[in-house]
């Protein structure tokens, strides 16, 4: 209970000589404001900065894993093109041996004039996808009318397609146009569903909204049987990212009969791998920022030793009083290290407020990818950790010092 008392007086105290040194006290703590505030902020706006590039990636799909022919370089003179094309029996070897994976669609993609039969309307150059059924659960995208794509007409390379709602805009459909014909390569493709125009993140290289028809890829093969095609596939999980790979490796190997000496003539690419990656950039973003923090704390804990032996001096004949009344070195070096840990929380509080004061700034910018940015409790419950750390270990100099004098010297002190 003593203690307790004698605590809070101390603190009591202490915010007494910093309210009667306002501007002194202010400059000294400028170090751990700055430091703080240094922390906060940039704590705050990795969380935001993770949050929106891990949704991007949740939205684009976390698990999926893509595959597509390649010749190595060292092969360049031995191997043709076309014996690097995946194949769609590669494909079917995929997901009959590879555990990791849960679905796997072929992919073409085409490029044609693609016209409104009967309106006349001619669209160039549009994005034309051949693609499998499971490309609806691989890319999220359901129906909003009509049907999607099924397997029979992939089996049967029929001429039925999807439309995505910037396709019907650009060449005059209904806004319900299934049922509906259009001409692709001056064939005729019957309008089966309609699909949501899938607006794409920037960081995945998205722009202004295009149109796209999907179409199934055994019709897509028929129309040109010599685009390269590539698979994707979702993982069960983005645990078994390197399982995937590695199972996905193996099929496509030993179905090349590869020597295990001849590079892949395949490449396999991983999102998973990607958000690895972006994580351990951050990573080492705060770990830039860490020494520039103890810079400042530094500093802030030069000015704390600093100003607390300005105030020892100052305060000579009261602490030469205080020990002739009785108080022990003990009472009186508590009560200048409780001083110094005061003005570091006061810094701190304000660092505090400074730093979540940017990040309320920076996150509602126009257009700001911060949005989620926000401090986390940990980021203030370790930022006051430093603060309190620099009060004790700036702060014992000048309580020993307070806490040896003697008391006749100290008395005499003018």
């Not at 490029?111 to 034309?128: C, F, Q, W």
Request: one cysteine or more; aromatic letters at 8%.
């Amino acid at each position: 209970m003593i203690v307790m008392r004698i605590f809070f007086q101390t603190v009591f105290l202490a915010l007494g000589q910093i309210w009667a040194n306002k501007v002194r006290a202010m400059l000294t703590s400028l170090g751990i404001i700055i430091a703080v505030a240094t922390i906060i902020a940039v704590i705050a706006l990795l969380q935001g900065l993770r949050g929106y590039v891990l949704s991007e990636f949740d939205k684009f799909g976390a698990r999926k894993i893509y595959v597509w022919g390649r010749v190595p370089e060292s092969l360049r003179t031995t191997m043709s093109w076309d014996d690097a094309k995946v194949t769609e029996r590669e494909a079917h070897l995929i997901l009959e041996h590879a555990p990791a994976i849960e679905e796997l669609t072929c992919i073409l993609e085409l490029r044609y004039d693609v016209r409104n039969i009967d309106t006349g309307t001619l669209k160039r150059s549009v994005e034309i996808k051949g693609v499998w059924p499971a490309w609806h659960d691989i890319e999220n995208r359901s129906v909003i009318y009509g049907r999607q794509l099924l397997q029979s007409d992939d089996d049967y390379a029929l001429p039925v397609c999807l439309v995505n709602e910037k396709s019907i805009e650009e060449l005059d459909l209904d806004e319900d146009p299934v049922g509906e014909f259009i001409l692709i390569k001056e064939r005729r493709f019957l309008i089966v569903g309609v699909i949501e125009t899938k607006e794409m993140s920037p960081m995945f290289g998205g722009g202004e909204a295009q149109g796209e028809i999907i179409i199934p890829h055994a019709t897509a093969y028929n129309l040109n049987p010599y685009r390269w095609r590539y698979f994707i596939a979702n993982m069960t999980s983005t645990e078994v990212a390197d399982e995937a790979r590695e199972q996905i490796r193996f099929v496509l190997r030993n179905h090349r009969h590869q020597p295990p000496d001849q590079e892949d003539t395949f490449g396999i690419e991983v999102l998973q791998n990607h958000i690895d990656d972006f994580n351990a950039m951050a990573a080492g973003i705060t770990m830039i920022v860490v020494p520039i923090v103890g810079v400042c704390l530094l500093v802030g804990g030069i000015g704390i030793m600093n100003i607390m032996l300005v105030s020892v001096s100052e305060r000579t004949r009261e602490i030469g009083l205080r020990k002739a009344v009785g108080a022990r070195p003990g009472i009186v070096l508590i009560q200048f290290l409780i001083e110094a840990v005061t003005l570091c929380a006061v810094g701190g509080l304000i660092g505090v407020a400074l730093g979540q004061g940017l990040t309320i700034v920076i996150k509602h910018m126009p257009d700001s990818p911060l949005g989620e940015a926000a401090v986390p409790a940990w980021a203030i419950t370790l930022s006051f950790g430093f603060s309190g750390a620099v009060g004790v270990i700036f702060g014992m100099f000048p309580a020993l010092k307070a806490a040896r004098l003697n008391p006749i010297d100290a008395l005499r002190h003018e």
